[in-house]
């Protein structure tokens, strides 16, 4: 689609209540500039959900990019690779031919807490918020049969040990089944560590059309789509056939299947999301996302690493800023920079987001986007 | 460039606390695809500042469009004109083929009490908030004999009165110049009655390609442009040049003039923003602008008028909702649909939206569009 992605950036990330959003933001900005190779930037397409009004401009003010047009999209935790998909959309139509992506989020000291949940937001007043409702997906899982805890506990056992090489991250552990296991509960059967953190971080990309440049990442496809109400009358738990139609259209535009992909960062900001997101993406059958991890298939150096950087649950989920550290992680892997983390070989990567309230009462929304060395 | 505006809705305009966001945006929607005549809607850019997360998604949820993409745009006061630049955009593309436009705000509950200034918004923290800077732009008019109190106040009285004829409209009255200028002082030289009010209110528009029906009004241009630091070394005051190049950019795109406009809708948030917006359109020179409305030339049933339906001033500001308002005005005035205040001819009407910080501290966003019927 004549698309690339010139250069990457980021903040830490984690709770950095003493810094201003657009601190964060000026790092990730700062070193994905540094690292396109290109000053020429159009556009920016900032991803944030509980951004401050004017935070995009501010931060472009501090970077020297003021005057630039700018277009800030909320789009619940898929915000980020929402930006993202613009941006790439407008690429290819020939519509910018530099913009800048940044994710942004700082919530650490508003969720401390200053937000309560509004009046309208029936997620919220019911009680029926994330940990809750993923909750439901996996107590479901159980039920069936179709995934264990300690196959639940083992997603956050590989990805806390992922981040052990990713000092962006907020957390990582060499834990045991046990200890994820006898976290505190949060959701049951959700324990603590299997549930994503609060976090502040950014994290940005700049784009333009292909070029002659090897450092340069292709993008093979890139898909937004939405879905509705969470229908009780499918056999699926939420979210399932959005991801899953979201990635059959990626595949289509990218002309590849689940089997060719060597590398993937997808949404697991509770455990079961990464056991759901793998089967939609179809990695495995309903019911062997569980084995599939089990198997060590996920595992870092295994034959398809699952959330290499360490995923939502250790790298941390400041919302709008997910997606494009998503991005951030298979550039890094395909250019192979990634450090002490760095797979053996990988040319094709996987990006998926899901946003939206898991209940689909909102509607969701997920981005998938398939990137190329 | 092939786009035309379908249908357009709105709600009532005016402090609506009982009303949720999403009542006000259903009935704006559903008259906007009543209007349409077309039900196939594929896509939503949604324009909102401080819309609820989800909000977007509950809207579309209630009048039966979940699972179309979804793209929720902040850009201050120009989130609804921007939003709607997108969906131009995106049919001028081909992206999509019948894009909804929304823009909705509901603040009338929350600024009586829960917004407090960011600890890094620098205009809430030095004081300079929008009345403040919008009265030194009217203090330096004041000052270099550019304007008088009296034609300040004759915008006021211009726009009060064609709200009388505009029952969606917040505030309405017949003031004399001496009434404005005796209200109580927010920002001096700003009297109550020249400063918009706090608005909750949504606005809907259907567009879609050029199509063989007689209420359809054309896209003739839409230019979105973005403005950076207040350049003190200007010789004008904040947003001129901003708004003056993003209107001679629309003109250039229509292939007209501000003498072929025949009605205008354009960001009147204070007196003098209408006086120095009218500058900058070209329609007088700097300086100009007050010996304009004193003139009569921008009345509602003179040779140019200005903002028939009230403008932000009376009709209100709710922030997301303003620009789309703005759209539906010149569209009931092009298809000769705009009941009592309906001009007599008018084939092409121009809308014009400024966001930002008007010192420019966190940059501008200015939105110019030309519509033909």
Known sequence: ??????????????KQP????????????LEALDDAAADDIDA?????VFGAPGVAQRVLQGVGLAGIPVLTIANACASGTSAFHEAVTAVASGRFRRPLVLGIESISVSFAGAIHPEPTDSEGRTGLALPGLY???????????????????????????????????????????????ESRMIADPL?????????????AAVLGPERRRERDVKVRASVHRAGGLWDHRSEHVWGYELVRDTARDAYEAASVGPEDID????????????????????????????????????????????????????????LGATGVAQIKEIVDQLRGEAGDRQLASADLGLVETMGGGVAGIDGNACVVTVLER
Chains 1, 2 share one sequence.
């Open 1 to 14: 689609m004549n698309v690339s992605i010139y250069g990457v950036g980021s903040s830490l990330f984690g």
């Open 18 to 29: 003493a810094a201003s959003p657009e601190q964060l933001a000026w790092t990730a900005v």
């Open 44 to 48: 920016a397409f900032v991803g944030t």
């Open 135 to 181: 909750a439901m997906a996996a107590s479901r899982y159980l039920g069936l049969g179709l995934v264990t805890r300690e196959q639940l506990a083992l997603v956050s056992v590989k990805n806390h040990a992922n981040a052990l090489a990713n000092d962006r991250a907020q957390y990582s552990g060499d834990y045991t089944v046990e200890q994820v296991l």
């Open 191 to 203: 324990t603590l560590l299997q549930c994503c953190p609060v976090s502040d971080g950014a994290a």
């Open 263 to 318: 590398v993937f960062e997808v949404h697991d900001a509770f455990t079961i999301g990464e056991i759901v997101t793998t089967e939609a993406l179809g990695m495995a059958e309903v019911g062997g996302g569980g084995k599939l991890v089990e198997s060590g298939h996920t595992a870092l150096y295994g034959p398809q690493p699952v959330n290499p950087s360490g995923g939502l649950l250790s790298r941390g989920h400041p």
